[in-house]
C-alpha cells in the first residue's frame, strides 16, 4: 500500500521560503508521477505542480510558476517543493500525491504565510 509523508511546512513571512518533503513508501516510486496540491481555508484544493516519472517534466500552476520548484529524488524516495518568494495567498494545508493511474494522497502540511 502506498503511503505519502510530506514534512517541511510552518510559518514563515512573506517573501520567506520553505521546502516541503513527500516521502514515498509501499511501492515502486519510480513508477509514479508526484504533485502537490494545496486546499486554503474555505476553498477547494487545487493543483499546484507535477513531476513526471522518467523525463521528471514539470508543470506548473500560474500562481506559483516562478516561484516554486518541484523536484525529485528516486534514490531516496522523495519529492520536493521549494516554495520562494512567499505570498499570504500561499497559506494554505499542501499535499503530495502518487499519480499512476490511481492516487494516493499524504494527509498534507499547513504552510502559514503571515504579512
Known amino acids: 500500500q502506498v503511503q505519502l509523508k510530506e514534512s517541511g511546512g510552518g510559518l514563515v513571512q512573506a517573501g520567506g521560503s520553505l521546502r516541503l518533503s513527500c516521502l514515498f513508501s509501499g511501492g515502486t516510486f519510480g513508477l509514479y508521477a508526484m504533485a502537490w496540491y494545496r486546499q486554503a481555508p474555505g476553498k477547494e484544493r487545487e493543483f499546484v505542480s507535477r513531476i513526471s516519472q522518467r523525463n521528471f517534466n514539470t508543470l506548473y500552476a500560474d500562481s506559483v510558476k516562478g516561484r516554486f520548484t518541484i523536484s525529485r529524488d528516486n534514490a531516496k524516495n522523495t519529492v520536493y517543493l521549494q516554495m520562494d518568494n512567499l505570498k499570504p495567498e500561499d497559506t494554505a494545508v499542501y499535499y503530495c500525491?502518487?499519480?499512476?493511474?490511481?492516487?494516493?494522497w499524504g494527509k498534507g502540511t499547513l504552510v502559514t504565510v503571515s504579512s
Open positions: 500525491a502518487a499519480l499512476r493511474g490511481v492516487s494516493y
